[in-house]
């Protein structure tokens, strides 16, 4: 299985300033038939569902804010918020889907200041 | 808009089988893919499997291969995971999911393991 790891695991940020989240994968997500990295960015709101931020590395999902961008390569990759705001608050995870079964990363937990 | 509606929280005894329904509204159920991900208190995401719906053709993780049979009903857009063989280790919030990339959750239903 492709193993997922985030870094760091814990993120206090202050309102308004960027934050910056780290995924690395234990094998490349990028296909070379397709000429796609197959990672995805999910944020978990406190008490509640996943939802989809960022898919096939770099796609914003719909209504998703463009303070939001995923980019990387290869192996490594990184979801950026260029303003943190307070209702960004939660549990961001990396999945890949290059490969079965799909895996996630341990989450990164942002929390304001 | 899309949307799926899980059914309620279960508490079942170990060795028993759990049956857990996604109801599919708001797209084209026939052509879409839905997937289920757990998540144990404390635990990262776990993918389970999925099935293509209109091919009926399923994939599971090898973890849940002997345990864990995925179906669906295209009369009521409804696509049931069943897990048997129960453990206190499958007490956990089990998610439903639509898409290739997971674009649309359900909001999750608790199964509880338990003697």
């Known amino acids: 299985d492709i193993v997922m790891t985030q870094t760091p695991l814990s993120l206090p940020v202050t309102p308004g300033e960027p934050a910056s989240i780290s995924c690395r994968s234990s094998r490349t997500l990028f296909d070379s038939d397709t000429g796609n990295t197959y990672l995805d960015w999910f944020l978990q709101k406190p008490g509640q569902s996943p939802q989809l931020l960022i898919y096939t590395l770099s796609y914003r999902a719909s209504g998703v804010p463009d303070r939001f961008s995923g980019s990387g390569s290869g192996t490594d990759f990184t979801l950026k918020i260029s303003r943190v705001e307070a209702e960004d608050v939660g549990v961001y995870y990396c999945?890949?889907?290059?490969?079965?079964?799909?895996?996630f990363g341990g989450g990164t937990r942002v929390e304001i200041k | 808009q899309m949307q799926l509606v899980q059914s309620g929280p279960e508490l079942q005894k170990p060795g028993t089988s759990v049956k857990v329904s996604c109801k599919a509204s708001?797209?084209?159920?026939?052509?879409?893919?839905i997937q289920w991900v757990r998540q144990a208190r404390g635990q990262r995401l776990e993918w389970i499997g999925w099935?293509?719906?209109?091919?009926?053709?399923?994939k599971y993780a090898e973890k849940f291969q002997e345990t864990v049979t995925i179906s669906r009903d295209m009369s009521t857009n409804t696509v049931y995971m069943e897990l048997s063989s129960l453990r206190s280790e499958d007490t956990a919030v089990y998610y439903c999911a639509a898409g290739g990339s997971l674009r649309t959750w359900g909001q999750g239903t608790k199964v509880t393991v338990s003697s």
């Open positions: 999945m890949q889907r290059i490969a079965f079964p799909r895996t």
């Open positions: 099935i293509v719906v209109g091919s009926l053709s399923t």
């Open positions: 708001g797209f084209d159920f026939s052509t879409s893919t």
